[in-house]
T-cell receptor
Framework: EAGVVQSPRYKIIEKKQPVAFWCNPISGHNTLYWYLQNLGQGPELLIR????????DSQLPKDRFSAERLKGVDSTLKIQPAELGDSAVYLCASSSYSSNEQFFGPGTRLTVL | QQQVKQSPQSLIVQKGGISIINCAYENTAFDYFPWYQQFPGKGPALLIA?????SEKKEGRFTISFNKSAKQFSLHIMDSQPGDSATYFCAAGGLSGSARQLTFGSGTQLTVLP
């Protein structure tokens, strides 16, 4: 069984530029999570999807961050414009509706110069 | 109300020793307590999890001890090996409905010396 796939693995951009991250969850997992992980810290939830519906986006900075999960499968997280403080690892995870066992992708390491 | 506090921040043990990492939570509605292991450049991977209806769960060399009244839980790694060197995160959350999300601790960087 393939795991959670994320791309790109690394991204370096200049501040004020836009950036997008892509996630493909484990097949059959209807719950998808985007997390932010700062260096030396635990993951922090940005948004959770149940199928195509965003059920918790309270921690998503909506002035610059947006996410979508069209058709309830893969998802895209976008930052526009990026700021220096956005440098971090962006993790995607998925789980089935009957479980809270979350499976994480390898993450995208974003560096904003 | 949603915090999960983890200690120590870093831990160094000798091969064959016992590694102990502690966590405390505040939200009494939490009913699912997993531990995740993360290697550099990788995403966190589920190691072991416990529900509050039991006080201990053991899987191989890994044991979770859970104290519901104190709102604390801990991970014990017996016979620690150099391959166990990684960052460990505790987490707490719910198992069903809108509570199915996790709040993570800040992590413990474990180094097992050969």
């Amino acid at each position: 069984e393939a795991g959670v796939v994320q791309s790109p693995r690394y991204k370096i951009i200049e501040k004020k530029q836009p950036v997008a991250f892509w996630c493909n969850p484990i097949s059959g997992h209807n719950t998808l999570y985007w997390y932010l992980q700062n260096l030396g810290q635990g993951p922090e939830l940005l948004i959770r999807y149940e199928n195509e519906e965003a059920v918790d986006d309270s921690q998503l900075p909506k002035d610059r961050f947006s996410a979508e999960r069209l058709k309830g499968v893969d998802s895209t997280l976008k930052i526009q414009p990026a700021e220096l403080g956005d440098s971090a690892v962006y993790l995607c995870a998925s789980s089935s509706y009957s479980s809270n066992e979350q499976f994480f992708g390898p993450g995208t390491r974003l560096t904003v110069l | 109300q949603q915090q999960v506090k983890q200690s120590p921040q870093s831990l160094i043990v000798q091969k064959g020793g016992i590694s102990i990492i502690n966590c405390a939570y505040e939200n009494t509605a939490f009913d699912y307590f997993p531990w995740y292991q993360q290697f550099p450049g990788k995403g966190p991977a589920l190691l072991i999890a416990i529900r509050p209806d039991v006080s201990e769960k053991k899987e191989g060399r890994f044991t979770i001890s859970f104290n519901k009244s104190a709102k604390q839980f801990s991970l014990h790694i017996m016979d620690s090996q150099p391959g166990d060197s990684a960052t460990y995160f505790c987490a707490a959350g719910g198992l069903s409905g809108s509570a199915r999300q996790l709040t993570f601790g800040s992590g413990t960087q474990l180094t097992v010396l050969p």
